[in-house]
């Protein structure tokens, strides 16, 4: 019975931390935000290669 439990209890919390990140991507779209990696290489680099 207790692993069914700790189950539960997890997939509760990783809808909890799904409806989070949500709610902070969609305020950061708001706030014209973009995220994920920042480029290896930049105009610059490029040009000085």
């Given amino acids: 019975m207790q692993p069914l439990k700790n ?3 997890a997939k509760f919390e990783r809808s909890i931390i799904r409806e989070r990140t949500q709610a902070e991507l969609e ?8 995220g994920g990696r ?3 290489l930049t105009e610059k680099n490029i040009a000085y290669q």
């Fill in 38 to 40: 920042l480029p290896a």
């Fill in 7 to 9: 189950a539960r209890l």
């Fill in 27 to 34: 305020a950061a779209r708001a706030r014209n935000k973009k």
